[in-house]
């Protein structure tokens, strides 16, 4: 979290007044020495980078519409985008990985299958 920019120039205003070296304010205001160097040279807070998404989130829900078992490297290959952009635009929309509503118990496999796939060639 950052400090707000009254409080960065209270800190170098009381510096200046009473002409305290940097470790003493700092040591005053409980900060980091290096905070009051960095403020000394710019004042002002970086801002945080918001970069814009590239997915179009309509079209993600109705890719998602279209497509309910897709899998997220293959989404991802139709928008031109990483598997991890996938991830993420799919928890801002609240879908979920899909889950396996049947154990694998519930349904078991048939013997007939199973002994074809045991005999030679």
Same mark, same amino acid.
């Given at each position: 979290?950052?400090?707000?920019?009254?409080?960065?120039?209270?800190?170098?205003?009381?510096?200046?007044?009473?002409?305290?070296?940097?470790?003493?304010? +700092?040591? $005053? @205001?409980? %900060?980091?020495?290096?905070?009051?160097?960095?403020?000394? =040279?710019? *004042?002002?807070?970086?801002?945080?980078?918001?970069?814009?998404?590239?997915?179009?989130?309509?079209?993600?829900?109705?890719?998602?519409?279209?497509?309910?078992?897709?899998?997220?490297?293959?989404? +991802?290959? $139709? @928008?031109? %985008?990483?598997?991890?952009?996938?991830?993420?635009?799919? =928890?801002? *929309?609240?879908?979920?990985?899909?889950?396996?509503?049947?154990?694998?118990?519930?349904?078991?496999?048939?013997?007939?299958?199973?002994?074809?796939?045991?005999?030679?060639?």
């Amino acid at each position: 979290m950052t400090y707000s920019t009254d409080f960065r120039k209270k800190v170098l205003k009381v510096k200046q007044e009473e002409n305290l070296t940097l470790a003493a304010v +700092a040591k $005053r @205001f409980q %900060i980091a020495i290096a905070s009051v160097v960095r403020w000394s =040279k710019v *004042l002002e807070a970086k801002g945080t980078r918001n970069r814009p998404t590239k997915i179009d989130m309509e079209a993600l829900k109705q890719d998602v519409a279209l497509y309910p078992d897709a899998y997220h490297y293959e989404r +991802a290959a $139709r @928008f031109g %985008i990483t598997e991890g952009g996938i991830r993420h635009a799919l =928890k801002r *929309l609240g879908i979920s990985r899909k889950k396996n509503t049947q154990t694998s118990q519930s349904q078991p496999r048939s013997t007939a299958s199973l002994s074809k796939q045991n005999e030679p060639l």
